[in-house]
């Protein structure tokens, strides 16, 4: 196995190899060991700045990056764009080469607008992350997620996933799409018509729009939020009637008399797409997936610093 990416930056896992992936999960997996010791910091990039670069929400994959930095003992800076120069109408490429200027070696961005980071990495000399990119990639949350299936099953090949809900508007959708497909998972999609991309087959991915055919297809249902915010029309009915079509609750998965992984990137929607009673179950990973992130994201980060051009 080669001990380095075939990419310069983290923009999609549609630009990553089987081996690039392989090599994440098995630095991910030694990233694991360390933060299960009593000291969970290592010094490997030492030497390395790292921009947190948010122009959108986010709990989950900001924390997971700045922890996954500060155990690489990387220094780190964070900007939010609600509270920066860009309301007062700085460009992003005027931001970032800012931010550049204080000499930062790696730029780990989440942008609204789908293709940000692509751009960004065009035009500064600092390796960049994208940290999820409007509605099309969000490839750290797809390495966590399927990091989670392999160390549950030790392969995915032949395992059937099945991703449940808003994929429209989702980048991890299809984030998990690429990185499932090319671990060797068959990949379903499942949601109201309304709710899944036309030409999605032309992935080949199979469509379902019944919640309990799709239940009963699959090994692992990953659950996603219904993304109402970047709805730009009512998509369904109402939300009560989504969760009585296709939420996921305990009644539906007992009538299956089978155990399904269940998963969802968060935040969740409880109630909604998912109920709790499911969320919390024995069969979740849901805070295993939190939690491989980190090792995830100290794999990525220390794959690409070996790319950084001081
Ligand atoms: N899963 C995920 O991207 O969550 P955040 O929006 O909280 O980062």
Request: with cysteine; net charge neutral.
């Amino acid at each position: 196995m080669s001990d380095s990416l075939s990419v310069n930056h983290l923009l999609g896992i549609k630009d990553l190899s089987k081996q690039d992936i392989d090599l994440i999960f098995t630095t991910a997996d030694n990233f694991k060991d360390v933060l299960n010791r009593p000291i969970k910091k290592v010094p490997s990039l030492r030497d390395i700045t790292i921009a947190n670069v948010f122009f959108e929400n986010s709990t989950r994959t900001r924390l997971s990056f700045e922890l996954a930095e500060k155990r690489l003992s990387a220094d780190v800076v964070n900007f939010s764009a609600g509270s920066s120069s860009v309301k007062k109408g700085e460009t992003l490429l005027d931001t970032v080469n800012n931010i550049l200027a204080m000499k930062v070696d790696m730029v780990v961005m989440r942008h609204a607008s789908v293709g940000a980071p692509h751009f960004l990495c065009r035009h500064i000399k600092a390796n960049v992350v994208n940290a999820g990119d409007g509605t099309h990639e969000h490839p750290t949350q797809a390495l966590l997620d399927t990091f989670s299936l392999y160390r549950k099953f030790g392969s995915l090949e032949g395992k059937k996933v099945v991703i449940v809900g808003d994929i429209l508007h989702s980048r991890v959708a299809l984030s998990n799409v690429f990185a499932l497909q090319k671990l060797g998972a068959e990949v379903m999609v499942c949601g109201p018509s309304t709710l899944i991309p036309k030409h999605i087959h032309e992935l080949g991915v199979k469509v379902s729009h019944n919640i309990d055919q799709a239940l009963a297809w699959c090994d692992v249902a990953n659950i996603l939020r219904i993304q109402l915010e970047r709805q730009k029309m009512s998509y369904f009915p109402s939300l009560r009637e989504y969760a009585m079509f296709f939420g996921v609750n305990k009644e539906r998965l007992d009538r299956l008399n089978k155990e399904i992984t269940i998963m969802h990137p968060g935040p969740i929607n409880r109630g909604v797409e998912i109920n709790s009673d499911v969320a919390d179950s024995e069969h979740s990973i849901i805070l295993e997936q939190v939690e491989n992130g980190v090792a995830v994201r100290m794999a990525v980060l220390y794959l690409l610093a070996s790319k950084v051009k001081h």
